[in-house]
């Protein structure tokens, strides 16, 4: 059975298609202004990677900011759901997802039969999500990547008191006129962060595995802060921006079962 | 095919004209050389209507949320208070009340009536400021009782705590006859006592019916009637109201008529909702979910007791009971006891005695799972809020939390919560059965 996911996000839009569970092709691009367009052609590219047509497909679940424009869905789900699902078929241990996009921060508990037990959501603060990291990145005058690093080199506790993003920035710059080392900086940007999800994830109760997912997993800085915060290892997921489109291939299959 | 039954409410259209009627009457009070005052839903409103039939009150937190319904109005109303310096955090219902004032425009047309005088009591901070603030700006007097003597299961067998209230509302008396110039009638007073309880007592009666399934009411609707007890509980149309709404509601039960034909999922929220979205109570219903009420329209206005089985029901009004009520001091004791044993009353003193009651909620009107609201615009309400979520949680009650504000629509995101329903009813194995 083939099915696909198409996770509109914030930011990117993520295609994954599944063969009898295994994934044979994914895509990836910017949502840009009109997500509707951006989902179609990415699916178009998804299947043709895939060698197959959309005729062949049992079913197509969208999950994401944007689900609902997703013409081509014939089914689709939160975020919630979808990260949950994706998650443990990566991983059958996990109990917690944190999920960290562009926008907002989750944190699910599932059970081991899968089951969504609770959730969170950070929706009012962007320092709980990717566009902090983004912002703080261009004040810093570095690309979020190399934020990232630069955190690595540090383990001064230097303390970032704004909880919003605006404000953050301007102690940002205070803190570079302060001639603060910028790797110092960066560590305090993503201990801020961390700290922001972790308590947001022990409202749900922190049970290991915990995996992490979403595009901001693949911040190296990020994920040290957050080590650190919950106080035990997470698992970083391979691909971790495409668990929901993955979450979502799943779903579409089960529903067309 | 539907699972139940629904049909409208017959006594919709009397509710939009008594509410209509309660504020123009305000509004025109002084034409008719009538009173007009102004204090918060928490007053003890039995008590001015001892100066006469020709009172007329503005209760503040509906009047407020009116205006936070009317969304442009709202927006001036929150940008005159935040231009007069006041920080843009506190009690949203006070911003807009405020707004309202400083802008001389009454949400219901002309402007602002100016009050006689403000009355008030004050179990939340931000209760006794509102109208200190009011009375400063209108140039009027103001009379403010405090009753922070703890939560009633301390103080009902402890007649001092009584006392000091009985002893403050003694003292407001006088003050009332001082600025109003009118001789006091007690014999108005015990009148408007035993209204208060006739209107309390029935509107707890009209939400036990909702335990029944289907529930004969949800929760948007339950929002028009409750605000009658917001308004006035002394006022004798109200009262009278509510016994007419009880009959009808019981109607619907004995005929098996829903307010959510499909019914299959029960809720409850929490605090006051973000009255300019009501919509999302509308949303719940393409999952078959119904808010059947919450702690706060139960128990803001609703006077309720343990029954002999253990359930609540609808506290028995000193009537019921055959205790005479013959003086002022009788009087003024029972309104400080009733009143004090209201529910919404407890938890401004230990967020556990809030978690009890939903607990007894979820139990007692077999609710699937719990939606609470996050409110950024009452301090008071949302105290220990988190708390009470996870007592919920560890009963094993499913809960969800949203944000918002009740009054300042700036604070609330509509996509965003839906789609946080979206997420709990996937939780709770619920797909849509009809579309959006
Ligand atoms: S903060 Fe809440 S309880 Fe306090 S006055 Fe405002 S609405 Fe009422």
Redesign the pocket.
């Known amino acids: 059975m083939i099915t696909a996911g198409v996770d509109v996000g914030a930011k990117t839009v993520k295609i994954v298609v599944l063969r009898d569970r295994e994934v044979v092709a994914t895509a990836k691009d910017l949502s840009g202004f009109d997500q509707a367009k951006v989902a179609s052609e990415l699916l178009a590219q998804a299947l043709e990677k895939a060698n197959v047509t959309q005729g062949d497909l049992a079913g197509i679940c969208s999950t994401g900011a944007g689900r609902k424009i997703v013409s081509e869905a014939t089914h689709s789900v939160t975020e919630v759901s979808a990260g949950a699902k994706g998650s443990l078929f990566i991983n059958p241990d996990v109990r917690t997802v944190i999920d960290v996009g562009a926008e907002e921060g989750r944190a699910i508990r599932c059970t081991e039969k899968g089951k969504v037990e609770d959730f969170a959501v950070n929706e009012k603060c962007a320092a709980g999500s990717g566009a902090f990291t983004e912002s703080m990145a261009r004040a810093l005058e570095v690309d979020v990547a190399e934020l990232g690093k630069l955190s690595l080199g540090s383990d001064a506790s230097v303390p970032m008191n704004a909880q919003c993003a605006v404000f953050a920035e301007s102690e940002v710059v205070s803190l570079l006129h302060a001639e603060t080392p910028k790797q110092d900086i960066s560590k305090a940007i993503h201990d801020a962060i961390a700290s922001r999800i972790t308590s947001m994830a022990r409202r749900i109760g922190l049970n290991k595995e915990v995996l992490v997912i979403g595009g901001v997993a693949l911040n190296v800085g990020f994920i040290r802060s957050l080590n650190e915060a919950i106080e035990m290892d997470v698992i970083v997921a391979d691909d971790p921006e495409f668990v929901n489109a993955l979450g979502a291939a799943l779903i579409a299959a089960e529903r067309a079962n | 095919m539907a699972k139940y039954k629904t049909e409208p409410l017959k006594c919709w259209a009397k509710a939009k004209e008594l509410r209509d009627k309660y504020y123009q009457d305000y509004a025109t009070a002084h034409e008719r050389g009538g009173i007009r005052w102004t204090g918060?839903?928490?007053s003890f409103d039995a008590i001015p209507y001892g100066l006469g039939d020709d009172v007329y009150p503005i209760t503040?937190?509906p009047y407020?949320a009116s205006i936070a319904f009317n969304k442009e109005f709202s927006l001036k109303c929150m940008e005159a208070t935040e231009a007069k310096g006041w920080a843009r955090d506190?009690?949203?219902?006070?911003r807009n009340y405020w707004g309202s004032m400083y802008l001389n425009k009454y949400n219901f047309g002309g402007p602002y009536p100016k009050p006689t005088f403000a009355f008030q009591d004050h179990?939340?901070?931000?209760?006794a400021k509102?109208y200190q603030v009011v009375a400063e700006h209108e140039d009027i007097p103001y009379f403010n009782i405090d009753v922070s003597v703890g939560p009633y299961h301390l103080i009902k067998d402890n007649p001092q705590k009584i006392k000091y209230i009985v002893d403050q509302m003694h003292e407001s008396i006088e003050f009332l006859e001082k600025v109003t110039g009118r001789e006091y009638n007690d014999d108005k007073l015990i009148e408007a006592v035993k209204t208060d309880m006739r209107s309390t007592s029935t509107w707890a009666k009209i939400c036990e019916l909702n335990k029944n399934v289907p529930a004969p009411l949800e929760e948007k609707s339950m929002y028009s009637f409750y605000v009658f007890g917001t308004l006035s509980k002394a006022k004798k149309e109200f009262a009278d109201f509510y016994d007419e709404l009880y009959d009808e509601v019981k109607d619907r039960v004995d005929r098996g008529i829903a307010a959510v034909a499909n019914e299959r999922c029960r809720l409850m929220s929490d605090t006051?909702p973000p009255w300019g979205f009501l919509k999302v109570f509308r949303y719940l219903e393409k999952y078959g979910a119904i808010s059947v009420g919450s702690l706060y329209t139960f128990g803001l206005v609703g006077n309720w007791e343990v029954k002999k089985d253990g359930t609540w029901g609808a506290r028995e009004t000193y009537m019921e009971k055959g205790i005479e009520i013959n003086t002022r001091d009788e009087a003024l004791t029972a309104l400080a006891d009733w009143t004090l044993s209201r529910p919404e009353w407890q938890h401004f003193y230990d967020p556990g005695l809030k978690t009890e009651m939903m607990l007894r909620i979820a139990k007692e009107w077999k609710l699937t799972g719990v939606m609470l609201h996050l409110n950024r615009?009452?301090?008071?309400?949302?105290t220990g809020i988190m708390e009470n979520r996870l007592g919920l949680v560890e009963s094993g009650i499913p809960v969800m939390t949203f944000e918002g504000n009740?009054?300042d629509e700036r604070e609330f995101d509509l996509g965003r919560t839906m789609t946080r329903i979206d997420s709990f009813m996937e939780t709770l194995d619920l797909e849509p059965i009809s579309a959006d």
């Open positions: 918060g839903a928490w503040g937190e407020a506190l009690c949203s219902y006070m179990i939340c901070c931000s209760h509102w006051q615009g009452c301090e008071g309400l949302s009740m009054g």
